[in-house]
């Protein structure tokens, strides 16, 4: 349930109607706007009968939640979240641009993948040093040693950097150098590591499961910001469909339908969606065009090379292309 108190409520009132719900052992979440202050309440409910808080001194009036997702809930939360990362920010005002190759494979590979997509404008690079792949023969990834690549190309060219993780001994030696941790859509349902990533305090990135409804996915979302860390950020990346020719469906829809729901920041990842380069530009244009927060882009100096998602990843003559066709898209939708 929420309570929405009355725009001219004090600082006195909203304190005595949090400790109340403090003292039935329910926990408070204050969420303050520029005129209305809502008190989320989250546990169980009952134990507040009696209490008549709905004549509680400020109180204007109660929301039930119906939803079984609470602190994700835009009841809870009315304004759009805005997630503080490194030495940026993702949220509604802002375009925020994710690229890189999707397997970190070497020292040289990642350097030069970081000064391209810096000059193409991106503010973060994506790599991955732990790869889930389908097969147990398919390269898994540098592990430490690539984020120690990660960190010196942060600090050579000023991108922030996200890597996957996929356990919590990978939680554990990424949070040493990332600036955001990324949970894969074969681990968005993997509760322990969720709560882990939530106990760390670090940015998350959270992708949608291969066929996880959005109400999953949201209450993925909600195992993290229980555990105390709220700077989280969806990410929609296809899910699984009877369809063949992509090798996701990327479900364009679920943007407005989060943005909707949640006050959570959400972006998306075309590459992975489709598996191929040549949609990537198209549906990076629709994203901007139904309001999400950013896109994820697999960029990679010699795609015919690569170890991992090759023929989804752009070259960086291609990515040059595509952040410069991108805006005026971003630019009519109110967005730097």
């Not at 994700?72 to 375009?95: D, L, M, Q, W, Y």
């Not at 479900?251 to 943005?259: G, K, L, Q, T």
Request: glycine share 8%; net charge negative.
């Amino acid at each position: 349930m929420i309570i929405i108190m009355k725009p001219n409520a004090s600082l006195e009132a909203v304190e005595k109607v949090t400790s109340l719900i403090q003292s039935k052992g329910l926990q408070a979440h204050l969420s303050k706007g520029d005129e209305v202050t809502i008190v989320g309440v989250v546990g169980d409910k009952t134990k507040l009968q009696g209490s008549n808080i709905e004549i509680s001194d400020g109180v204007d009036k109660i929301v039930n939640v119906t939803e079984s997702y609470k602190l994700v809930n835009k009841k809870f939360h009315p304004e759009s979240s805005v997630i503080p990362v490194g030495n940026t920010e993702i949220g509604p005002n802002t375009f925020t641009v994710m690229a890189g190759p999707c397997a970190i494979e070497n020292h040289d590979q990642l350097i030069q993948s970081a000064y391209a997509v810096k000059k193409a404008g991106a503010t973060f690079l994506r790599g991955g040093a732990y790869k889930p792949r389908t097969s147990p023969y398919s390269f898994q990834g540098l592990e430490e040693e690539g984020l120690k690549y990660m960190k010196e190309a942060r600090e050579v060219t000023g991108l922030n950097i996200i890597c996957e993780v996929t356990s919590l001994r990978a939680m554990e030696t990424a949070v040493k150098y990332v600036d955001m941790l990324q949970i894969g859509a074969r681990n968005m349902q993997n509760f322990e590591l969720l709560k882990e990533v939530g106990k760390s305090g670090i940015p998350v990135l959270l992708k949608r499961g291969l066929a996880a409804t959005i109400d999953e996915w949201l209450n993925a979302a909600e195992y993290i910001i229980s555990e105390g860390n709220p700077n989280i950020v969806l990410c929609e990346r296809g899910i699984r469909t009877y369809e063949t020719a992509t090798r996701n469906t990327l479900d364009i829809s679920a943007i407005p339908v989060v943005r909707a729901k949640s006050h959570l920041p959400i972006i998306v990842d075309p590459s992975h969606a489709t598996g191929v380069r040549v949609y990537v530009e198209p549906l990076s244009k629709a994203a901007v065009a139904v309001g999400a927060d950013g896109l994820m882009i697999e960029v990679h100096p010699c795609p015919a090379c690569a170890m991992s998602d090759g023929p989804q990843s752009l070259t960086f003559e291609q990515f040059d292309v595509l952040m410069e066709d991108l805006k005026p898209y971003v630019e009519l939708a109110g967005r730097k």
